[in-house]
């Protein structure tokens, strides 16, 4: 049984979070957030997560203009938010490792100026990854002072935006 929950900014958290599992995807908003079952994966969920939207981007948004990329991410932004939202309240959890929708939207926006090639497909999943981790400032600041659905997406959105900025002026200086 959980412990006694805290309210943070609204949002009721456990002290110890449950655990997202198989039986959550029967939840459209879990099945959003847990990336269709990406979030699934028994270790480093955020890189499967990731590397599902690399796949994704490849074959579905890679050959679109960088400003339909966006838009499509934004859109997705939106929706994953209100997931993240939505199972974050039912299931009590505070940013549960399961919830992965974050990092297909941020990595999206982090491939949104690269080419459709491995090389530079590679270079931003590396870096996404690495900022994601490192969470440098403002990433970290907004990971510890913005909660619930938009806490979750948001630090990932600032990656990925991030690291498109650098994949662009990588394009320009090579």
């Not at 491939?111 to 981790?133: E, N, Y």
């Not at 600041?141 to 630090?155: C, H, P, Q, Y």
């Amino acid at each position: 049984m959980p412990g006694p929950s805290l309210w943070a900014r609204g949002i009721a958290i456990s002290e110890r979070t449950a655990k997202l599992g198989p039986r959550h995807l029967r939840d459209p908003a879990a099945f959003i957030a847990m990336g269709g079952g990406a979030g699934l994966a028994p270790f480093a969920p955020g890189t499967a997560g990731s590397l599902l939207a690399v796949v994704l981007w490849w074959l579905l948004l890679a050959d679109l203009a960088w400003f339909v990329q966006l838009g499509i991410a934004a859109t997705a932004f939106g929706v994953g938010a209100l997931a993240a939202q939505g199972v974050v309240r039912r299931y009590r959890l505070g940013d549960e490792p399961g919830i992965v929708v974050d990092e297909i939207v941020g990595c999206w926006l982090a491939l949104a100026t690269a080419p459709k090639s491995l090389v530079w497909a590679g270079a931003a999943f590396a870096l996404f990854r690495a900022g994601d981790i490192l969470k440098p400032w403002p990433v970290s600041w907004t990971d510890r002072n913005v909660k619930g659905g938009l806490g979750i997406m948001l630090d990932d959105a600032i990656v990925g935006i991030a690291v498109a900025i650098v994949i662009l002026l990588a394009q320009m200086l090579a």
